[in-house]
C-alpha cells in the first residue's frame, strides 16, 4: 500500500492527537483492517479492534453493533462514496478522523492497481466538518500539517507551506 514508504510524520501527528484527547482505558473501534498504525496505537497501551474488510458505503454492521467508546477514521472517509450513513450510525461518543486535504495542485488520488485505494472525495476543511456536523458530531479540536517531500519540483515547493492532512476530535451532540 506505502509502495515502498511510510508515513512516519502522519503517524507521529496523528498518534499525538489520539494521546491528547483519548485515554488508553477506552476502547476503540477503527475503521478499516488492522494496519500498521493500528500496530502503533496498541503497542502505546489503546485497545483497537478494526473493521474486517467490509465495504463500509454498503455494510455498517460492524460499526453498529460496535460498544467500542471511541471510533477512529484514518484516512478512511475520503475512500468512501457516502460516509454520512455509517458516522450517523455509530453507537461511540468520541470520534478521532482524519482526512488528507484537497490540494488544487494536485488531482485526487487513485491507484492503478487497488480499486480499495482510491479517493472518491478529496475535501477541504469546511466540507469535513459540514459532514461532521451532518452526522452528529461536535468537533472539539483540530491540527492541519504539512507532508513535504524530498523532491524536486513546483509541487514539492508547495506542499512544505500547504496543509496536507487534517484531524479532528470530534463528541456526540
Known amino acids: 500500500m506505502y509502495e515502498n514508504t511510510f508515513p512516519n510524520k502522519r503517524y507521529e501527528h496523528t498518534l499525538q492527537f489520539l ?4 485515554n488508553t482505558n477506552e476502547s476503540i473501534l477503527d475503521l478499516g483492517v488492522e494496519n500498521p498504525f493500528t500496530k502503533i496505537m496498541q503497542k502505546d497501551g489503546y485497545q483497537v479492534t478494526n473493521t474486517n474488510g467490509e465495504d463500509l458505503d454498503i455494510d455498517i454492521s460492524t460499526v453498529i453493533n460496535s460498544d467500542a467508546e471511541v471510533m477512529t477514521a484514518f ?3 475520503e ?4 460516509p454520512l450513513h455509517l ?9 478521532v478522523a482524519s482526512i488528507p486535504l484537497k490540494l488544487w ?21 469546511w466540507q469535513f466538518n459540514w459532514l461532521l456536523e451532518k452526522a452528529g458530531w461536535e468537533i472539539q479540536d483540530s491540527m492541519k500539517w504539512t507532508n513535504p517531500v524530498n ?21 456526540r451532540k
Open 79 to 82: 475512500h468512501l462514496l457516502a
Open 87 to 95: 458516522l450517523s450510525n455509530s453507537k461511540s461518543k468520541k470520534l
Open 105 to 125: 495542485f494536485s488531482p485526487a488520488y487513485r491507484s492503478k492497481t487497488d480499486k480499495w485505494d482510491r479517493h472518491y472525495h478529496e475535501f477541504e476543511d
Open 151 to 171: 523532491k524536486l519540483g513546483f509541487r514539492p515547493l508547495l506542499r512544505l507551506f500547504t496543509p496536507r492532512y487534517y484531524i479532528v476530535y470530534a463528541t
Open 19 to 22: 494521546r491528547k484527547h483519548i
Open 75 to 77: 484516512e478512511i472517509c
